[in-house]
């Protein structure tokens, strides 16, 4: 059956273009640092409180705070200031997994009736991707969601509200600081992962506390743990690189290596582990926000939806492999030597480039996570099933915004291999 694909990326002509410029066309001259104003600590909500008390007339102090059913319960740490300033507020729990469409136009809608001038956050990544996408249907209900251009298109948000504060109750998406929204379009079968970028999606402000992720159980620390690490790792060694990206990146992956085992073992007992990974995930936001995840989201949100594995789980598994591809035409890596202790003596570049891609897999199943599609197990996913699907698998691949920004040129035959020698392991050597 062919289907419907409404985005913009997914146009070949994009696709040859991007191709041709690996993977810079759309960056062309220009490069830019986009974030949020970044605040941490039990004070945090006194201070952006001050703020909105001092910028919004108070017959126009209304928030809509999103939210989804398990992480409504922070949402009484917030109120209790916006009660403080005299702010109304309604709090929206409709936020559900991954993003699908008719979630965004029910926001939108209580949008429309309450007027809010703040959209507060609380949530993991679907929560952010949500409130993204409310506010764009909310502010301009006539876009085409699919045909927003990044770069060089502007919505003009901001128009009928003022704020947009994100306070994640994970450390991993980055989706705090980013420009993206990651949504499902439910139209297709079986659902796609599509990706959505603007500036303005970025949130004004962000608000770090370690009290809203001390909590998260041993599997969610570790896959959106992993998820920060493939953010940060994949964007390190793309080629659009810049001193401030790398910046980022660097310390993101140096974070996340000491901490993050520490985190996931001790949970909510390392405080000081949950601080570093809350600020590691978003430096790693902030890095490859400004420049470009590796391919291993491309793989991964096509594994993710096909066979629902969860995101951080499905980039962490592909994360060696979008290295290993992108390390036959690049060098970038072995700056990352130091970081994993890895001496280059007189080894040959061969060896050095063993060394780093084990030093990698080790981290990765120190954490219990598979670095390959066999030995998964959550969920188990059999040899016939798996190459049963490769041809969607490749499709949806190649289908990814990612793809586009990749510089080796992609290509449908290129993701069916990486997709084969994932199964059991096989190292890229193409
Ligand atoms: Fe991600």
Not at 35 to 60: F, M, P
Not at 81 to 104: D, F, H, K, N
Request: proline residues 4%; glycine residues 6%; charged residues 25%.
């Amino acid at each position: 059956m062919v289907q419907k694909k409404p985005a913009w990326y997914e146009a070949t002509i994009i696709k040859d273009m991007m191709g041709l410029m690996g993977g810079r066309a759309l960056r062309g001259g220009m490069s830019h640092f986009i974030s949020s104003r970044i605040y941490q600590g039990k004070a945090s909500l006194l201070r952006v409180a001050h703020l909105l008390e001092a910028t919004i007339d108070k017959e126009d102090r209304r928030a809509l705070i999103i939210t989804d059913l398990f992480t409504q319960k922070y949402a009484k740490y917030v109120t209790e200031y916006l009660e403080m300033i005299g702010m109304e507020y309604r709090i929206w729990t409709g936020v559900e997994p991954e993003v699908p469409i008719s979630t965004i136009y029910e926001g939108a809608k209580i949008c429309e009736e309450f007027k809010p001038q703040v959209l507060i956050a609380i949530g993991g990544g679907s929560v952010m991707d949500t409130t993204k996408m409310v506010m764009v249907k909310y502010e301009k209900p006539e876009v085409n969601i699919f045909m927003i251009l990044p770069y060089f298109g502007s919505i003009g948000l901001r128009k009928k509200m003022k704020y947009f504060i994100a306070i994640p109750t994970t450390s991993g998406t980055g989706s705090e600081v980013t420009q993206i929204a990651v949504i499902t379009d439910t139209d297709r079968d079986p659902p796609k992962k599509l990706e959505i970028l603007s500036d303005e999606f970025c949130a004004d402000i962000t608000i770090l506390f370690t009290d809203f992720v001390k909590d998260m159980p041993p599997f969610l620390t570790m896959a959106t743990g992993l998820d920060a690490f493939s953010h940060a790792i994949g964007a390190f060694v793309s080629n659009w690189g810049s001193p401030f990206a790398d910046a980022m990146n660097s310390t993101a992956i140096k974070e996340v290596i000491k901490y993050l085992p520490r985190a996931y073992k001790y949970g909510a007992k390392d405080i000081e582990a949950r601080e570093h990974m809350q600020m590691a995930a978003l430096m790693a936001g902030i890095g490859f926000g400004n420049t470009t995840p590796g391919i291993d989201h491309a793989l991964g949100h096509s594994l993710g939806k096909i066979f629902n594995v969860h995101h951080g789980l499905s980039v962490g598994l592909f994360t060696i492999y979008s290295i290993m591809f992108q390390a036959q035409v690049t060098d970038r890596w072995k700056l990352l030597l130091p970081i994993f202790d890895i001496q280059e003596d007189s080894k040959s570049r061969e060896e050095l480039f063993k060394e780093f891609s084990q030093a990698i897999k080790d981290f990765i199943t120190s954490l219990d996570a598979p670095v390959c599609v066999k030995d998964m197990k959550n969920p188990e996913i059999t040899k016939e099933e798996y190459f049963e699907k490769l041809d969607l698998l490749t499709e949806y691949a190649d289908d990814d915004a990612v793809a586009l920004t990749s510089f080796r040129t992609m290509s449908k035959k290129l993701f069916r291999t990486i997709f084969e020698y994932a199964w059991d392991g096989k190292d890229i050597d193409f």
